[in-house]
């Protein structure tokens, strides 16, 4: 009896404490954290901004995510999405662990603790030959029980190159 109990108890301390260290792979597809309440419905608190509106392949862009009105948060999971599918690749940095969804690899970036925070930063590569535009999805959790799914950034445009006409007056 007293096995299952500590067993029983382990379980439940586990299951309260949540993602702390970050979202899963499972939550990949639809973004929606393990949390067993419903995410919310009004608008999100936080806001998720791009530093440039296209950029090449292989060229880098920083996303960043910060409170509106200096809230804080615990938890984030931040995705570049082309339709449904994850794409690019994130750099590692001080307070975000890394994730691979589908066939990527680093495709997501997500909280290494739960400690709470009003801004994260990260930088986000896009992938070679692609040339599409990027939506960055975001969910954010400002604590266990109350947090938004999927927000969305203003689109980004991946292009492989920039064409310019012949009279167009630019010189390089």
């Known amino acids: 009896m007293r096995v299952f109990t500590v ?6 301390v586990v299951l309260a404490a ?3 260290g970050g979202a899963p792979e499972g939550a990949c597809g639809d973004m929606v954290p393990q949390h067993h309440t419903p995410p919310q ?7 998720i901004s791009v530093n440039k509106n296209s950029v090449r392949p292989k060229e880098k862009v920083y996303v960043t ?11 984030f999971f931040i995705q570049a999405r082309v ?3 994850a ?3 994130f750099d590692a940095a001080a307070g975000v662990k890394l994730v691979n969804c589908g066939n990527g690899v680093a495709s997501a970036a997500t909280h290494e603790n739960s400690k709470e925070k009003t801004k994260v930063t990260v930088a986000w590569e896009a ?17 266990g029980g109350t947090f938004w799914v999927a927000q969305k950034a203003a689109p980004l445009r991946v292009q492989v190159s920039v064409g310019c006409t012949k009279n167009s007056g630019l010189t390089f």
């Not at 067993?7 to 439940?12: I, Q, V, Y």
């Not at 992938?127 to 604590?143: N, Y």
């Open 41 to 47: 419905t009004s608008e999100s608190p936080y806001t």
């Open 87 to 89: 794409v690019g690749k």
């Open 18 to 20: 949540g993602y702390g």
């Open 127 to 143: 992938p070679p030959e692609l040339s599409e535009t990027v939506i960055f999805t975001v969910t954010t959790a400002k604590d």
């Open 83 to 85: 339709g449904d599918t």
């Open 7 to 12: 067993a029983l108890f382990s379980g439940l």
């Open 65 to 75: 995510l910060s409170s509106k009105q200096g809230d804080t948060f615990k938890g």
